[in-house]
């Protein structure tokens, strides 16, 4: 499959700082960290193919590759040779896809809310249930899942506002081809002892979805990497608590930059 140049919001100037979101969302989850970060970096948020204003979904889904190869393009077309990859969740698992396929592009890494293990049966057969859900039943059952799950225990209402219509905007069959991907998406916990570049990996101490335990041994199997835990933030920590998240962000950059 032939990699696309994605749809971006580009603001401010200096070293690329790229946002790759999460399922089933788009750029729009990253507003303030790409309107309250761009006098530090170029910062770039990244719709996915089949996202927000990105079109091109192929009738047989993307892959998790395609998505990186994708990323890779659209650096290309807008001329950034090295990127500080910023990326959460599934926007993670394309990160360490990216890292296999493009690291030579990769000055540093922060992920957030992710993991390296691959899906285990229980959750793939999952996967094939969200597919046929959202097929079947569109967006709406699984944002009522999705509310829940995504954010941290009596969510504030503008969060849960601010999501809503990105995840209902969601095509249904790019949410399906997004649970595919994931299903089939490579183990990455044996790459992370490759990872040479820094790398901050900040988790909501409240996510549900991915524990901070497993955070912190993914952590101690990168050479270089530093663990930022943020109270009081779920899942969607950049959406839930973007003042310390876009702290991390800085404290990572000065440390990549020296
Ligand atoms: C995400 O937020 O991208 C997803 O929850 C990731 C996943 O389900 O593995």
């Known amino acids: 499959m032939e990699p696309k140049v994605l749809a971006t919001e580009e603001r401010g100037k200096g070293p690329a700082l790229v946002f790759v979101h999460g399922f089933p969302l788009s750029a729009a989850m990253w507003k303030e960290q790409v309107t309250g970060l761009p006098k530090h970096a170029t910062c770039i948020g990244v719709d996915l193919r089949g996202h927000g204003m990105s079109e091109g979904l192929p009738t047989d889904g993307a892959t998790i590759d395609l998505h990186a190869d994708d990323l890779a393009a659209t650096l290309d077309e807008l001329g950034h040779d090295k990127i500080d990859l910023v990326a959460l969740s599934m926007g993670g698992y394309v990160a360490f896809s990216f890292w296999r396929r493009h690291k030579d592009r990769v000055r540093s890494l922060i992920l957030a ?89 900040i988790h909501g101490t409240q996510d549900k979805l991915m524990t901070l335990e497993s955070a912190k041994a993914s952590v101690e199997a990168i050479p270089n990497a530093k663990l930022v835990a943020i109270e009081d933030a779920g899942h969607m920590a950049p959406m839930e608590q973007p003042k310390h998240f876009n702290d991390a962000v800085l404290a990572h950059l000065e440390w990549v930059r020296g």
């Open 113 to 201: 809310d992710t993991k390296a293990e691959a899906d285990n049966d229980e959750a793939k057969a999952g996967r094939d249930a969200t597919a046929a859900l959202v097929r079947d039943q569109g967006m709406a059952p699984l944002w009522e899942k999705l509310k829940v799950g995504l954010l941290r225990d009596e969510p504030d209402p503008e969060v849960v506002a601010a999501l809503e219509p990105i995840i209902m905007g969601c095509p249904a069959e790019t949410a399906a081809s997004d649970a595919i991907a994931m299903r089939d998406r490579a183990d990455s916990t044996g790459d992370l002892a490759s990872i040479d570049v820094p790398v901050t990996w």
